[in-house]
């Protein structure tokens, strides 16, 4: 069975910083593309950032240049370091994991099979 934990998430200002953890267990992460995902009230879940089998990353406009996708295969875990945080980035934030080894990055949540909780992250100004 595929599991998906996120952590890290919780309250704070504007301008502070979060790291958010994802820990796959049921398959393993080496070489599969990941993402991270968020989704506010009242809104679409949108793609915040993806890392591909090789390490390359890709992000969404609005948070190139804040937010760092990183993983650890070894570890079967994906990280999001989430830095200079703004209200507007306050959503619920899901890891998901790519079965078929697709090539490249994608911030389509259709590219993607299984799907963590979510860890809820809320920014104050």
């Known amino acids: 069975q595929v599991q998906l934990v996120e952590s890290g998430g919780g309250s704070v200002q504007a301008g502070g910083s979060l790291r958010l953890s994802c820990v796959v267990s049921?398959?393993?992460?080496?070489?599969?593309?990941m993402g991270w995902f968020r989704q506010a009230p009242g809104k679409e879940r949108e793609g915040v950032a993806a890392?591909?089998?090789?390490?390359?990353?890709d992000y969404a406009a609005s948070v190139k240049g804040r937010f760092t996708i990183s993983r650890d295969d070894a570890k079967n875990s994906l990280y999001l370091q989430m830095n200079n945080l703004k209200p507007e980035d306050t959503a619920m934030y899901y890891c998901?994991?790519?079965?078929?080894?697709?090539?490249?990055?994608?911030?389509?949540?259709?590219?993607?099979?299984?799907w963590g909780q979510g860890t809820r992250v809320t920014v104050s100004s």
């Open positions: 998901a994991v790519d079965w078929d080894y697709g090539l490249g990055t994608s911030l389509d949540s259709g590219a993607y099979d299984y």
């Open positions: 049921g398959l393993s992460s080496s070489r599969r593309r």
């Open positions: 890392i591909d089998g090789d390490g390359s990353p």
